[in-house]
């Protein structure tokens, strides 16, 4: 059953993915054409999602707005994880850098995530690359921790002692040995920065600091619809159920990816808590 679930929504996120990049081959409609004599029109055979206050198909926007959104999660997610990556494993390793990297990380947790986004990107400017940059800033902290917590209990092993008896250098010990042994949490930390960062950009251009208009992204579409969410309803229903199952789909493919990363997160079998029940009652 699980395994059918799974492939129910790795199927949704993969329909999701190729409706955002391949959406304008399936309609004739340019995104950011401005029609006045068709605005605010409702889902049609002509305009699958309707139109939105300036006359542009809402579907043609949305799937744009999907694509710029997924490319905003995988950048911060890339970028994130790298930089968190090399301050995790240095932390570990050199006692001198952890007592001051891992300060700022704490003062950098000292703040919500959304409103110190709004506050970098207040001080940037809003575009796509300041967005990016933001949101890189605000959960690197996140995945510094945990790759240090990981890379510290690699550290304290046995074959580590042995490799510095051997004389190997602390370059080849954290770039050769502990690196590879911090990848599954490194893979489920940047999975999940992957799908909040994606809610987080939403919050953002839904505030107005996020992805500026004309480009759309799934938050100001929803900022642009509320103003007509009783008369023209579609302008914030598609793009809403567009970012539940989109962030839906992430999630559990991400907890996938964890119990496969992390085979001792995984819930035991029925069987197995039963018979473990039975010998405590018989104890």
Known sequence: MKDHKLLLWCGVLAAIVLLSFCGSLFSPWDAYSIDPLSRLKAPSTVHWFGTDNFGRDLFVRVALAVRVSLSVGAAVALIAGAVGMVIGLLCAWYRSLDRILMRVCDGLFAFPSLLLAIAI????????ANVVLALSLVYVPSIARVIRGAAMVVKEKNFIEALRAQGA???????????PNVISPLIVQVTWVFSVAILTEAALSFLGSGVPAPTPSLGNLLLEGKAVIFTAWWMTFFPGIAIVLLILALNIVGDDLRDSAEPGLRPLPRRVLRLLKKGEQHG
Do not use: E, F, K
């Open 121 to 128: 990107v207040g001080v940037l400017g809003p575009n796509v």
């Open 169 to 179: 250098t602390s370059g080849r010990i954290v770039w050769l040995h502990l690196l």
